[in-house]
């Protein structure tokens, strides 16, 4: 059935096509264009080259030259690609050539269309696919700067750049020395000792209060609930510099600054914020229906809790344990005001290490703590989706 409201495919007009291609040409010329110094030509060359292969591939070739269409244009890619950058040339040559040879006769043959329901006008297809290009260059955008680290974690050298030997793929100019160091020299090995023992007690604080925080504020009869919740996030929305100065002179009076307790305390109050978050939106759709049954069966309100509301709202609380987790093992302004040097967690070391070593060990680090960050979040997105399913809200 869902195939019958589906647009037809029917080739589109030459001049509408020669234009999608010369503007996403334009887009592709800006970038080349500014690395070699010359925006405009680049604009210029790149659009027009587009809008004349689109005119060959559609008007003089047409359809059934489709594949041979596509796989000339990835050879051409590769060519010109090797000539002008060499092996990094080559892999991006050929990269755009099969994307161009691809995106002609989806624009060509409104192949854009075919997912699309019939009644949309140009302006909502057009606003369908930007809305999805912005997401893509936002994506792209913060995704970049992660990106670039990694292989250059894997530098032989010194240096924070990328080598010639590392641009033309070189085995030679990659190794693993700075994660050697990373795990062998003992400032790294402590400060990751450090950030181990501070962090599991810091989340484990921030769950336990975080937790019983969300169920109380949960409650409908509890006066103020806005006002002390806004009191209890306000770790996650005050500049965390601020945090860290009123943290200092208060630890101060009370002889915690540069103790492990201090610096635990001050992770679980950053922590605490997140925790209320996740665990209060599980609890919008928990049925509070089977707590008041399980208080007719008799049931106290310890043994309510951990049998009956505990195992239903438990991925939110690990899910806002596991940011927890990950908001105390990277911080490192409110350590820089509270710790000391025995107690260096592993974000102040790298902090060190630009400031006054400039070490490239730095890069394995952060290499290993996005590895860290990203199975974290992958567990947050399970467990998400299995609450949702719990509480009815996605289908199984």
């Known amino acids: ?53 689109a005119f060959v591939a559609m008007q003089v070739l047409d359809e059934p030259m489709e594949k041979p269409v596509r796989w000339g244009l990835i050879g051409v890619g590769l060519v010109a690609g090797f000539l002008f950058n060499d092996v990094p040339g080559l892999v991006m040559g050929g990269l755009f050539g099969w994307f161009f040879g691809w995106f002609i006769y989806w624009v060509g043959m409104g192949r854009y269309r075919a997912h699309l329901v019939p009644y949309l006008t140009g302006g909502q297809v057009l606003w369908h696919y930007s ?107 005050v500049p965390l510099i601020i945090s860290a100065t009123g943290m200092y002179f208060f630890y101060s009076k009370i002889g915690l600054v540069g103790t492990y307790w201090g610096i635990v305390l001050a992770h679980a109050v950053l922590g605490i914020p997140f925790v209320i978050i996740t665990v209060t939106a599980t609890l919008v759709g928990f049925d509070r229906s089977l707590t008041r049954a399980a208080a007719n069966m008799g049931a106290n309100p310890v043994t309510t809790f951990f049998k009956v509301q505990m195992p239903l709202i438990l991925p939110g609380v690990i899910s806002g344990g596991l940011f927890a987790f990950i908001t105390s093992f990277d911080e490192v302004v409110v350590v820089l005001f509270i710790g000391s040097a025995e107690l260096q967690t592993l974000p102040w070391q790298m902090f060190t290490g630009l400031r006054e070593q400039i070490s490239p060990t730095i890069l394995a680090a952060a290499t290993i703590l996005v590895a860290i960050s990203i199975c974290l979040l992958t567990a947050v997105e399970i467990l998400r989706r299995r609450s949702e399913k719990l509480r009815g809200m996605s289908p199984g």
């Not at 059935?1 to 334009?26: Q, R, W």
């Not at 500014?34 to 060359?45: D, F, K, R, Y």
């Not at 190794?175 to 950030?195: C, G, I, M």
């Open 1 to 53: 059935m869902s195939e019958a409201i589906l647009t037809p495919i029917e080739k589109k007009p030459i001049g509408f096509t020669m234009g999608v291609l010369a503007a996403a040409g334009a887009v592709v010329g800006l970038f080349l264009g500014t690395s070699q110094g010359s925006v405009l030509m680049g604009i210029v060359i790149a659009a027009a080259l587009m809008a004349g292969l």
């Open 131 to 237: 809305f999805r290009v912005i997401c893509g260059a936002i994506f792209i955008f913060l995704i970049t700067p992660i990106i670039v680290v990694m292989p250059l974690s894997f530098n032989a050298e010194n240096f924070f750049t990328f080598t010639p030997g590392m641009l033309r793929f070189d085995p030679e100019a990659y190794s693993l020395k700075h994660y050697r160091d990373f795990l062998t020299n003992p400032e790294w090995t402590s400060a990751v000792k450090n950030s181990l023992m501070i962090a599991p007690v810091a989340t484990f604080i921030s769950v336990s209060l975080g937790t019983l925080a969300a169920i109380g504020l949960s409650q409908s009869h509890v006066p103020g609930k806005r006002a002390i919740m806004a009191i209890l996030i306000s770790p996650m929305i």
